[in-house]
């Protein structure tokens, strides 16, 4: 008998007939004489329907009552989907973030998970119950209700899985699995059958969309085994674990990318000790994420600091920067939109040295500019012309053979 | 500086403008210099979209999981309510049922309150927050959801009202006050500007529907002084207290009537010790509220038993006796449907031997037949043909003047 946390999204909760889709998975995986502990999120566009409700009555909703408010949509659909496992005659109870033991720090909208009390959870598993819980919430110590921010449902569903020490952590999702790169832009891609939590989290990182990198990386840390699968097809998804029992040996596994990137230069600063500190210091504390960060030195008195940020923030660093100007001491700016980041991941790179220049030739024989680079261990990453960003993802996909990963079938 | 707690119906909390007119209502208070709990219930037809949603997987869903999904209701008013009073810059805090210290019996769908923990609301009120909590719910000592049944929310309002030792619990809905009779139904009606717990729970239980009987019970043990007010309209309500401050020092105070009556007459049933016993034992176990009961001895061995019920339950009634027959040991069944309950109601009544005379005698003048009859120290009701329910509270209405209330306005 093995346990199984099992995590089904928004989209697969999405309504009541999903729902009892859900409920048969369950009771499959019941029938097999599993243990089920399972995850759920909001129902589709509820959340979306609760935040245009707060925007009725304020612009700017405290994060507090935003938790408050957003926490409600796990909690209706966990009872909806113990009551039609009810009425298949499954033994079911649902339990809210906070019942569930599921402590969180105190920080609303995106706070994290610092403690797990089980108890709760095994003793219902004990009495043969199905466990069904609410993602994406928690509790603080002083009874707080919190949320875990984006991906918080995956955080969820591998913070129990590493907590009730369960065999399998399924994340149920509307893709069949983790593909080479997106097959909604690129017709050639290929489901891997398993892949690494490096690999995957470089991946989530560079905004594959599959999987938050906080769940993949919960799921390093304690060694979970996860799959993402499909919950509307039955077919076998990706398993990501430690090592990936690679099925070709591939030295790049997957091709990322994202555009809406906005490349910002910041010239003339003058080259001293604090200057790189002082600026990303700066953006940080005013809540811009920055990606990608060159520094270019120009003589031993001035140096171009250039640096990648979404799109979305792009006034907004423009006016930080300039605010601060007296302090950087920066002579101009300058700045690029309509770009786009496009990444190879692989483990295998480790021990190739050569990838990166085989990507930086193929995107240059197809006339590809690249205007930033950006590398680590089993990644690299250039930044490209938002309009090429497709013919590079597809160049790419070709050209480290990615098509030809045989799919693999139970 | 009073302390004061308020509660707003899920009419008054029914969409976003009028959650803001709340909000308006609560500011004044809290600028009058009061201290302010509010306690609200879920937006309008929110508690039905919920049902509707229960009902898409189940018809039969269990206790628990219905409470699960109706505290989500309030959940979410309470943090639009408080987002509105933070936009407007007052410091509000919004606090579930269980976060509130709301302690209940481990009873589903209609629990009672059996404590509540005041510490958590007095500290907020001490650093000067408006506390916004959700109503109709509570959470077991094992920590389980509970809802408090019809009429939930204004009892939570008295719980903390009596709990926290409030000046007063303002009940606000959608009439103005409490009223001599449904001005719906009769025109002439007026509205009381106070009347006794007793009278308000003869009211209540006869189906006035202003208040449920549990709060005001409450309220009565607890000595909260309660008012029900409008929250649409700036007008005085109606003060609920000890001793009605008697403005015309009235016999009756109050007309309560309700069609969809059936009476049922058990016949022939023999006249033994146990025979009233085990035929309401049985209705009783089978969830049937009977109300009122007439019992009718024919000869030393045989009595007929009357007693009435809502018309729904009438098919359910039928199927119990006969399924207990042989344990009844009854001759036959005979029913009349279609008929109404019309009380009247008023403390003045104990010193008063004459008024039920006077209520028969004026049915009478206009031709109505009374069917059966029941009486408490402080009420009359009487079962009648439903066709002539209008008729007769407006006959009864005027014989006892309740139209020359004078509405006493601030």
């Given at each position: 008998m093995a346990l199984v946390v099992q995590k089904f999204g928004g989209t697969s909760v999405g309504n009541i007939e999903r729902i009892k889709n859900v409920a048969n998975r369950i009771i499959n995986m019941v029938e097999n004489g599993d243990q089920v502990v399972v995850v759920v999120s909001a129902m589709g566009k509820s959340t979306d329907e609760l935040v245009a409700l707060a925007k009725g009555v304020t612009e700017k909703p405290s994060k507090r009552e935003m938790d408050m408010l957003l926490s409600t949509g796990e909690q209706v659909t966990i009872s909806i989907l113990a009551m039609a496992l009810q009425e298949r005659g499954y033994d079911t109870v649902s339990l809210t973030g906070w019942q569930a033991g599921i402590i969180t720090e105190a920080c609303h909208s995106n706070a994290r998970i610092l403690n797990f009390e089980k108890e709760k959870i095994t003793n219902y598993l004990t009495t043969g119950k199905i466990v069904i819980v609410a993602g994406f919430q928690g509790v603080t110590e002083s009874g707080e209700i919190t949320t875990l921010g984006r991906g918080g449902s995956d955080t969820t569903a591998v913070a129990l899985a590493a907590g009730l020490k369960a065999d399998r952590c399924d994340i149920f999702t509307d893709v069949t699995g983790v593909f080479t790169t997106d097959p909604r832009v690129v017709k050639e891609a290929r489901k891997l059958s398993s892949i690494s939590y490096d690999e995957m989290l470089e991946l989530a990182n560079l905004g594959?969309?599959?999987?938050?990198p906080r769940a993949v990386e919960f799921a390093k840390n304690y060694q979970v085994k996860l799959t993402v699968r499909s919950s509307m097809v039955e077919e076998e998804g990706t398993m990501i674990e430690e090592?990936?029992?690679?099925?070709?040996?591939?030295?790049?596994r997957g091709l990322a990318f994202e555009s809406n990137v906005t490349k910002i230069s910041v010239c003339?600063?003058?080259?001293?000790?604090s200057g790189l500190s002082n600026i990303f210091t700066t953006l940080a504390a005013n809540n811009i994420n920055v990606d990608i960060i060159i520094q270019n030195v120009i003589d031993s008195e001035n140096t171009n600091i250039s640096f990648s940020i979404n799109s979305e923030k792009f006034t907004e660093t423009l006016e930080v920067l300039e605010e601060n100007r007296s302090v950087l001491l920066f002579e101009e700016i300058q700045h690029e939109t309509g770009l786009a980041k496009v990444s190879i991941v692989g483990s295998g790179m480790i021990s190739n040295p050569g990838v990166a220049g085989i990507m930086f030739k193929s995107l240059s024989d197809v006339g590809i500019l690249i205007k930033m680079v950006s590398t680590s261990e089993i990644k690299v990453s250039t930044v490209i012309d938002q309009n090429e960003m497709v013919k590079a993802v597809e160049t790419l996909h070709k050209e480290f053979k990615l098509e030809e990963i045989k799919v693999l079938q139970r």
């Amino acid at each position: 008998m093995a346990l199984v946390v099992q995590k089904f999204g928004g989209t697969s909760v999405g309504n009541i007939e999903r729902i009892k889709n859900v409920a048969n998975r369950i009771i499959n995986m019941v029938e097999n004489g599993d243990q089920v502990v399972v995850v759920v999120s909001a129902m589709g566009k509820s959340t979306d329907e609760l935040v245009a409700l707060a925007k009725g009555v304020t612009e700017k909703p405290s994060k507090r009552e935003m938790d408050m408010l957003l926490s409600t949509g796990e909690q209706v659909t966990i009872s909806i989907l113990a009551m039609a496992l009810q009425e298949r005659g499954y033994d079911t109870v649902s339990l809210t973030g906070w019942q569930a033991g599921i402590i969180t720090e105190a920080c609303h909208s995106n706070a994290r998970i610092l403690n797990f009390e089980k108890e709760k959870i095994t003793n219902y598993l004990t009495t043969g119950k199905i466990v069904i819980v609410a993602g994406f919430q928690g509790v603080t110590e002083s009874g707080e209700i919190t949320t875990l921010g984006r991906g918080g449902s995956d955080t969820t569903a591998v913070a129990l899985a590493a907590g009730l020490k369960a065999d399998r952590c399924d994340i149920f999702t509307d893709v069949t699995g983790v593909f080479t790169t997106d097959p909604r832009v690129v017709k050639e891609a290929r489901k891997l059958s398993s892949i690494s939590y490096d690999e995957m989290l470089e991946l989530a990182n560079l905004g594959a969309g599959v999987l938050h990198p906080r769940a993949v990386e919960f799921a390093k840390n304690y060694q979970v085994k996860l799959t993402v699968r499909s919950s509307m097809v039955e077919e076998e998804g990706t398993m990501i674990e430690e090592e990936a029992s690679v099925e070709e040996n591939l030295v790049v596994r997957g091709l990322a990318f994202e555009s809406n990137v906005t490349k910002i230069s910041v010239c003339g600063m003058p080259n001293n000790i604090s200057g790189l500190s002082n600026i990303f210091t700066t953006l940080a504390a005013n809540n811009i994420n920055v990606d990608i960060i060159i520094q270019n030195v120009i003589d031993s008195e001035n140096t171009n600091i250039s640096f990648s940020i979404n799109s979305e923030k792009f006034t907004e660093t423009l006016e930080v920067l300039e605010e601060n100007r007296s302090v950087l001491l920066f002579e101009e700016i300058q700045h690029e939109t309509g770009l786009a980041k496009v990444s190879i991941v692989g483990s295998g790179m480790i021990s190739n040295p050569g990838v990166a220049g085989i990507m930086f030739k193929s995107l240059s024989d197809v006339g590809i500019l690249i205007k930033m680079v950006s590398t680590s261990e089993i990644k690299v990453s250039t930044v490209i012309d938002q309009n090429e960003m497709v013919k590079a993802v597809e160049t790419l996909h070709k050209e480290f053979k990615l098509e030809e990963i045989k799919v693999l079938q139970r």
